[in-house]
Every structure is written in structure tokens, then in C-alpha cells.
């Protein structure tokens, strides 16, 4: 039984000190720091790519890190979780089990970056099913070429011509 308990407590503290151990990753591009989690922040400075860094805090499609001094909001996928391609170690043992523990999945890097798709939940995006019915819907409310230009007239706006951009 003593030993029993004590394997109990041994676990305990390995799953607890894997899940309160620093998460790090690898910035995939030159990363330009935000002071706070939105496009429209004051700069916090900059990071090159690949550069190692400690991955702080996550909200939504922002990561806050740390490195080089300097600590900021960057993009979900401006960073590469885990450790960086060139790495042999394959995040097995503990890691794995607190990738398991934070996001479901088993794999070494535990993080999926999906832009795009505010306000959908996981589950929702699971069960999603094509809708025809409102294909129908939507294909109802498209309007034709003459429609649209008499409506344009009708509220003073004028057509003119704009050249397509060079290949450059």
C-alpha cells in the first residue's frame, strides 16, 4: 500500500510539473511584437524568424511570447509550437501526455493554426453539413449585370475604368 501511494504522488508531480512547464517554439517569420492581442496595437518590437521563444500565454488567434529581451502579442501562426524542425526529439514521455492534456491531441506539436473561422466552435465545425436550402437562398438574392448598374446610377455612382496590375 505504502508503495502504492507513493507511485500515486510520483505520477502526481511528473503530470503536474509537465503541465506548469514552459511551453517554447520557433517563430516561423519575422515577427512584428504587439502590446496587446489585436491588429491594431502599439508595436512592442520585432523578432527575425527562427528565433527560439517562450511561449507565454495564448487568447484566441494571439500567442503572447518572450525572447531577446523583448516579450509580446504575436499571430497563432507566426509561431511554431514545440521545438523547431531541425530538432530530433520528437516530444514523447510527459510532453506528449500534456499536449494530450491541453489540447486533445497526441502529436508533439499539439497545436492546429486556423484562422478565419471566429465564432465557430470545434464541435460546430465537427458537425458541420452542407446546407442546399440556403445555397437556394443566397442563389435567390443574386442580382444580374443591368440591375446592378441601374441601382448604381440611382445612387450617383459612376463606372470607370481601372487597368489590371503588371505581373511584376
Same mark, same amino acid.
Given at each position: 500500500?505504502?508503495?502504492?501511494?507513493?507511485?500515486?504522488?510520483?505520477?502526481?508531480?511528473?503530470?503536474?510539473?509537465? @503541465?506548469? #512547464?514552459?511551453?517554447?517554439?520557433?517563430?516561423?517569420? #519575422?515577427?512584428? +511584437?504587439?502590446?496587446?492581442?489585436?491588429?491594431?496595437?502599439?508595436? @512592442?518590437?520585432?523578432?527575425? *524568424?527562427?528565433? $527560439?521563444?517562450?511561449? +507565454?500565454?495564448?487568447?484566441?488567434?494571439?500567442?503572447?511570447?518572450?525572447?531577446?529581451?523583448?516579450?509580446?502579442?504575436?499571430?497563432?501562426?507566426?509561431?511554431? @509550437? /514545440?521545438?523547431?524542425?531541425?530538432? $530530433?526529439?520528437?516530444? /514523447?514521455?510527459?510532453?506528449?501526455?500534456?499536449?494530450?492534456?491541453?489540447?486533445?491531441?497526441?502529436? *508533439?506539436?499539439?497545436?492546429? #493554426?486556423?484562422?478565419?473561422?471566429?465564432?465557430? %466552435?470545434?464541435?460546430?465545425? $465537427? %458537425?458541420?453539413?452542407?446546407?442546399?436550402?440556403?445555397?437556394?437562398?443566397?442563389? #435567390?438574392?443574386?442580382?444580374?449585370?443591368?440591375? *446592378?448598374?441601374?441601382?448604381?446610377?440611382?445612387? /450617383?455612382?459612376?463606372?470607370?475604368?481601372?487597368?489590371? +496590375?503588371?505581373?511584376?
Amino acid at each position: 500500500m505504502k508503495r502504492l501511494i507513493i507511485l500515486a504522488f510520483t505520477l502526481g508531480f511528473a503530470v503536474t510539473g509537465a @503541465a506548469y #512547464a514552459k511551453d517554447t517554439g520557433t517563430t516561423r517569420v #519575422a515577427v512584428d +511584437l504587439m502590446a496587446t492581442p489585436y491588429r491594431d496595437a502599439k508595436p @512592442a518590437g520585432k523578432l527575425p *524568424s527562427n528565433t $527560439k521563444v517562450d511561449i +507565454l500565454e495564448r487568447h484566441g488567434g494571439w500567442m503572447r511570447i518572450s525572447a531577446q529581451g523583448k516579450s509580446g502579442w504575436a499571430r497563432l501562426h507566426q509561431v511554431r @509550437a /514545440g521545438e523547431s524542425p531541425e530538432a $530530433k526529439n520528437t516530444g /514523447g514521455g510527459l510532453t506528449a501526455l500534456k499536449n494530450v492534456s491541453q489540447t486533445g491531441r497526441s502529436g *508533439s506539436q499539439g497545436i492546429v #493554426a486556423t484562422t478565419g473561422i471566429r465564432g465557430l %466552435s470545434a464541435e460546430e465545425l $465537427k %458537425s458541420a453539413k452542407p446546407n442546399p436550402k440556403a445555397v437556394e437562398s443566397m442563389e #435567390a438574392s443574386r442580382t444580374n449585370d443591368t440591375t *446592378s448598374r441601374d441601382f448604381a446610377r440611382s445612387v /450617383g455612382l459612376q463606372e470607370k475604368d481601372v487597368p489590371f +496590375l503588371s505581373k511584376e
